[in-house]
């Protein structure tokens, strides 16, 4: 497909060397658009954002659940004390009853109610002991949590800071890149910017160089018989690259 250059309403098209310079010049901006679009979305640096962040509700969720085991172990010594407690004044009663009684069966029966409690009772000092190793553990993980709290704090922080400055240099980039097109675009005929967008959005990129028979584009050599139809293409027309549809500028 060939476009004529000038339109009837443009005028700042002066000779398809001008607006071959032109086009050549919009294509590069739209590519180094395209590469720091590229390059925001693929941003070490927010790898290393989320990978602190990451770190930060990992430790998070370990000082909850560490909280939460040093709340239950604190709960379950409680309950020992109170059971303990209650045997122990259970027991001092039947002590008190064995010492009054005479009838040998009677006494039979309280002796062995009291070896069950002493049992019940030794039975709930280990538990004791096993919840305020559980609870002592705990509490030592919690310290470590909290010794490293700052320094992974620190790490989100910076990381964050460091995702901003990446990514606000890549807005000036896009900004500057969209300023210098808003500029470029006057001077380019509506038919030959459609005809340009019309290929962007095929191919990524809609201009290449005519390098001596090879295409920039596709980087493919056009036949003799193709450079020969391309060169004998009007001055005020831009030619298609038969290889790939490209604009090719000569
Ligand atoms: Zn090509």
Same mark, same amino acid.
């Given at each position: 497909m060939l476009v004529l250059v #000038?339109?009837?309403?443009?005028?700042?098209? #002066?000779g398809h060397g001008d607006i071959g310079v032109v086009l050549l010049e919009l294509q590069a901006i739209d590519t180094a658009h395209d590469q720091s679009v590229h390059r925001r979305d693929t941003l070490t640096e927010r790898v290393d954002h989320a990978e602190a962040v990451d770190r930060m509700r990992n430790w998070e969720s370990q000082r909850v659940t560490t909280i939460g085991m040093i709340g239950e172990a604190e709960a379950g010594i409680a309950e020992c004390e109170e059971a303990s407690a209650e045997i122990d004044s259970h027991r001092k009663r039947l002590e008190a009853q064995l010492k009054t009684v005479i009838a040998p069966r009677e006494a039979e029966a309280l002796q062995h109610e009291i070896a069950t409690l002493t049992e019940r009772r030794s039975d709930l000092d280990d538990r004791e002991l096993e919840l305020m190793s559980v609870h002592s553990d705990a509490e030592s993980r919690l310290n470590e949590l909290l010794a490293i709290e700052g320094a992974l704090r620190a790490e989100v922080a910076g990381a964050d800071e460091r995702l901003a400055t990446a990514e606000s240099i890549i807005r000036s980039e896009l900004e500057s890149l969209a300023a210098r097109r808003e500029l470029l675009?006057?001077?380019?005929p509506p038919a030959l910017a459609k005809r340009y967008e019309a290929v962007r959005s095929k191919l990524g990129v809609a201009a290449a160089r005519l390098a001596g028979s090879r295409c920039e584009g596709c980087h493919l050599d056009l036949s003799a018989g193709e450079l020969d139809e391309v060169r004998r293409t009007p001055d005020d027309r831009i030619p298609d690259c038969p290889q790939c549809g490209r604009m090719l500028i000569r």
């Open positions: #000038s339109d009837n309403n443009d005028q700042a098209a #002066s675009l006057p001077s380019i």
